[in-house]
């Protein structure tokens, strides 16, 4: 006798795709669907009970409800020449409405009450310009929206702005130098100790004014570029 179709919907419903790396922990997310109005028993097998982990891999769907099945390809050495030979199926059955009993049900069943559904496993190892195309596409993205004119002005503000910083660190530089000159001149000139000390803690914290100036003007290009990009 035939056995009944099967009666749970599965998404995806032939195919179970494992993307690596495979050096970790690989998931694939299997749902199955109920849509009778019974309750329905499942289990899920494998061909390769040692490559994977399968959480829950029995249980009972309630009539109309959904479950999410998490099988876990555990790490190994992937050989691309290797096709893949390994299958699933999930075997389910309706739960009789006196159900005490999963385990019990399933070895009373007749086989004409059991169907089954079955999937195979594919491997799919990512290139290796797949990681730099996964990041460019935000800026590329977020940069796609700003119009010409924008990113002129941007650009003439960012522009200035390094000129800006550039003119600083040549005062900085310069005050650094005269900071020099003055300690020389301090050593020669012993009598006017007192003095000249205060003048060179003058120039000290000028010199730190300055440069403390010269990193806010660069956080704030950095601000002005990342604020422009989120619009």
């Given at each position: 006798m035939a056995r009944t179709e099967q009666v749970?919907?599965?998404?995806?419903?032939?195919e179970l795709k494992f993307r690596g790396p495979f050096t970790d922990v690989v998931t694939a997310t299997l749902k199955l669907?109920?849509?009778?109005?019974?309750?329905?028993?499942?289990?899920?097998?494998t061909t390769a009970p040692r490559r994977y982990c399968v959480r829950p891999n029995s249980?009972?769907?309630?009539?109309?409800?959904s479950i999410n099945i998490s099988v876990m390809l555990q790490p190994f050495d992937y050989d691309p020449n290797e096709k893949s030979k390994?299958?699933?199926?999930v075997q389910s059955m309706l739960a009789p409405y006196d159900m005490t009993d999963m385990e019990g049900?399933?070895?009373?069943?007749?086989?004409?009450?059991l169907m089954d559904s079955k999937l195979r496993c594919t491997f799919d190892m990512?290139?290796?310009?797949?990681?730099?195309?996964?990041?460019?596409?935000?800026?590329?993205?977020?940069?796609?929206?700003?119009?010409?004119?924008?990113?002129?002005?941007?650009?003439?503000?960012?522009?200035?702005l390094q000129m800006e910083v550039q003119r600083l660190r040549e005062e900085n530089k310069q005050i650094r130098e005269d900071d020099g000159l003055r300690k020389r001149r301090v050593t020669s000139m012993a009598g006017h100790h007192s003095s000249s000390g205060m003048a060179t803690t003058a120039m000290r914290d000028e010199g730190l004014s300055t440069r403390v100036l010269a990193?806010?003007?660069?956080?704030f290009v950095i601000g002005v570029i990342i604020g422009k990009l989120a619009l």
């Open positions: 749970l919907v599965l998404e995806p419903p032939h669907t109920n849509p009778t109005d019974r309750n329905v028993c499942f289990k899920v097998k249980g009972i769907i309630d009539a109309g409800t390994h299958k699933f199926m049900v399933w070895k009373e069943a007749k086989p004409e009450e990512p290139l290796e310009n797949d990681k730099t195309t996964e990041y460019s596409v935000l800026p590329k993205s977020a940069s796609a929206s700003l119009d010409d004119g924008e990113v002129k002005k941007i650009m003439e503000e960012c522009k200035r990193l806010c003007v660069l956080f």
